[in-house]
C-alpha cells in the first residue's frame, strides 16, 4: 500500500505550484526585517518557498512575489544566492 508517510507540499511564491518541500529553496525574514536564504529549512522568521528552477526566480524576481509574501523589499543579492544554490545543486 505504501510506507504511510506523508511528504510535505508547498507552494512556490514564483509559480504557484506545489512542490516537495524538499524541492524548494525557503527564503526567510526574521523579526528584525533581514531577509535571507534558509538552504536547512528551519530558521525562525517568516518564510516564503521558491522551486528550484532559473525560471521560477527570474518570475519571482520581475512580479516582485518574494516582496509580498514576506513584507518587505527583497534585495537583489537573495535572487543571486537563490541561483547560484540552483546552479551548485544541478552541477553536484
Known amino acids: 500500500m505504501g510506507n504511510g508517510k506523508k511528504i510535505p507540499l508547498r507552494r512556490c511564491s514564483a509559480t504557484g505550484e506545489m512542490f516537495p518541500k524538499k524541492e524548494m529553496i525557503r527564503v526567510v525574514r526574521t523579526k528584525e526585517g533581514e531577509v535571507s536564504v534558509d538552504p536547512t ?18 518570475m519571482a524576481k520581475k512580479r516582485h512575489s518574494l516582496d509580498s509574501q514576506l513584507g518587505v523589499k527583497v534585495p537583489e543579492g537573495i535572487y543571486d544566492e537563490v541561483l547560484r544554490l540552483i546552479l551548485r545543486e544541478k552541477l553536484l
Open 41 to 58: 529549512g528551519k530558521k525562525s522568521g517568516r518564510g516564503t518557498y521558491i522551486s528550484k528552477s532559473e525560471k521560477a526566480v527570474e
